[in-house]
């Protein structure tokens, strides 16, 4: 069994924190009796220099869920040095990423674990749609994840 950690970077993310809480919280649950990681998997959120009610929301969160943890950026720093901050804090045999506002598949994780459990040292996640996504988001991604599976 592993210990999981998931890092979320955020950024003035209090109207969508105790929904995305709740269902990530809800994941662990179900991976943990699952027998498919330890009790000490966590939520580790970073916020990133919010100007809102962020990290008194997740202040809150961590006494009220044994799975949440929070990290305080001084300052926004942006989502890649907050996504750092959370890899280099936070502890677990294997960290895997999502955004605060649920755009991510939160059902992947489950599916990542068992990529790890089948011996990948790598998982990581591709999103099958963008619809949703800016022309030029979507035109980079794409061109992204085309080169980087290029071998």
């Given at each position: 069994?592993?210990?999981?950690?998931?890092?979320?970077?955020?950024?003035?993310?209090?109207?969508?924190?105790?929904?995305?809480?709740?269902?990530?919280?809800?994941?662990?649950?179900?991976?943990?009796?699952?027998?498919?990681?330890?009790?000490?998997?966590?939520?580790?959120?970073?916020?990133?220099?919010?100007?809102?009610?962020?990290?008194?929301?997740?202040?809150?969160?961590?006494?009220?869920?044994?799975?949440?943890?929070?990290?305080?950026?001084?300052?926004?720093?942006?989502?890649?040095?907050?996504?750092?901050?959370?890899?280099?804090?936070?502890?677990?045999?294997?960290l895997i990423s999502i955004d605060a506002d649920l755009q991510d598949d939160v059902e992947a994780i489950s599916?990542?674990?068992?990529?790890?459990?089948n011996g990948a040292e790598i998982v990581y996640g591709v999103r099958e749609s963008r619809d949703t996504d800016?022309?030029?988001?979507?035109?980079?991604?794409?061109?992204?994840?085309?080169?980087?599976?290029?071998?």
């Amino acid at each position: 069994m592993i210990t999981l950690g998931v890092i979320v970077p955020c950024y003035n993310e209090e109207q969508v924190l105790p929904e995305t809480t709740r269902r990530l919280s809800a994941a662990l649950d179900r991976l943990i009796d699952q027998g498919k990681i330890t009790a000490g998997s966590r939520i580790y959120y970073v916020d990133d220099g919010s100007k809102d009610c962020t990290w008194e929301l997740l202040e809150a969160l961590s006494r009220d869920d044994r799975h949440v943890a929070g990290i305080k950026l001084s300052r926004n720093r942006g989502h890649q040095n907050a996504l750092l901050a959370g890899l280099f804090t936070a502890s677990g045999d294997a960290l895997i990423s999502i955004d605060a506002d649920l755009q991510d598949d939160v059902e992947a994780i489950s599916r990542m674990v068992d990529e790890l459990a089948n011996g990948a040292e790598i998982v990581y996640g591709v999103r099958e749609s963008r619809d949703t996504d800016e022309r030029l988001k979507r035109s980079t991604a794409q061109g992204f994840y085309r080169l980087s599976s290029e071998e």
